[in-house]
T-cell receptor, first 112, second 111 residues
Framework: NAGVTQTPKFRILKIGQSMTLQCTQD?????MYWYRQDPGMGLKLIYY???????DKGEVPNGYNVSRSTTEDFPLRLELAAPSQTSVYFC???????????FGQGTRLTVV | GQQLNQSPQSMFIQEGEDVSMNCTSS?????WLWYKQDPGEGPVLLIA?????ELTSNGRLTAQFGITRKDSFLNISASIPSDVGIYFC???????????FGQGTRLTINP
C-alpha cells in the first residue's frame, strides 16, 4: 500500500534556485494538502486542493505555487528559494474534508 | 494566525504515569483529529472525533470532543516508552474545507 508518496526525501538548495516537491497518492482522494513544519513547531498549511483543477491558499502561501492537473498528483513549486523556506514539507490527502488525512514521509529542504 | 492553541508544549513524565493534553480555539470545529508524529516520520492518526461530547478510546488513549465544539482533549493512561513523540491536535472549522493543526505536545518519558 503506497498511500501518499513524496519525493525527494532530502534536498539542499541555493538561495534563488527553484524546485518542485512531488506528491502523489493512490487512494483516489479528492482533498490534498501541503504543510510545512519548522523545527519544534506544528504544521502550517501552505496550499490545499479540493479536487483536480481547484486549489486554494492556506496560512503561509507566499513563495510557493501549486497545481492539481490530476486527482493523484499535487506538486509544490518553490520559484526563488529563500533561507526562510528551510523546513520539512509534508503532503497529505483525505477522502472528504472532515475525514482522516494521510501523510507522506516528508521532504526535508535546506536553503543555503 | 494560529487558530488552535495546544497545551502543554512539552511534558516530561515517568513511565507508568497518565498524560493529558488539550486543544482550544475561539472557532467552532466540526471535526477533531489527534495525531502522533515519530521522529523523521509524517503524522499518523490516533483518534478521530465527529460529534460534540463524543468520547472515543483507542487502547490506552482516550479523546473527547468538547461540548462547546471549541476544544478537545487527549489522555494517555499508563504511559510506556513507545508513547514518546509529538502529539498534534487538528481540526476542521465549521464551514471550512481545510485541516488546521495545533503546535504540538512533545512527550518525553523517563524509564
Amino acid at each position: 500500500n503506497a498511500g501518499v508518496t513524496q519525493t525527494p526525501k532530502f534536498r539542499i538548495l541555493k538561495i534563488g534556485q527553484s524546485m518542485t516537491l512531488q506528491c502523489t497518492q493512490d487512494m483516489n482522494h479528492n482533498y490534498m494538502y501541503w504543510y510545512r513544519q519548522d523545527p519544534g513547531m506544528g504544521l502550517k498549511l501552505i496550499y490545499y486542493s479540493v479536487g483536480a483543477g481547484i486549489t486554494d491558499k492556506g496560512e503561509v502561501p507566499n513563495g510557493y505555487n501549486v497545481s492539481r492537473s490530476t486527482t493523484e498528483d499535487f506538486p509544490l513549486r518553490l520559484e526563488l528559494a529563500a533561507p526562510s523556506q528551510t523546513s520539512v514539507y509534508f503532503c497529505a490527502s483525505s477522502a472528504l474534508p472532515n475525514t482522516e488525512a494521510f501523510f507522506g514521509q516528508g521532504t526535508r529542504l535546506t536553503v543555503v | 494566525g494560529q487558530q488552535l492553541n495546544q497545551s502543554p508544549q512539552s511534558m516530561f513524565i515517568q513511565e507508568g504515569e497518565d498524560v493529558s493534553m488539550n486543544c482550544t480555539s475561539s472557532s467552532i470545529f466540526n471535526t477533531w483529529l489527534w495525531y502522533k508524529q515519530d521522529p523523521g516520520e509524517g503524522p499518523v492518526l490516533l483518534i478521530a472525533l465527529y460529534k460534540a461530547g463524543e468520547l472515543t478510546s483507542n487502547g490506552r488513549l482516550t479523546a473527547q470532543f468538547g461540548i462547546t465544539r471549541k476544544d478537545s482533549f487527549l489522555n494517555i493512561s499508563a504511559s510506556i516508552p513507545s508513547d514518546v513523540g509529538i502529539y498534534f491536535c487538528a481540526g476542521r472549522i465549521q464551514g471550512a474545507q481545510k485541516l488546521v493543526f495545533g503546535q504540538g505536545t512533545r512527550l518525553t518519558i523517563n524509564p
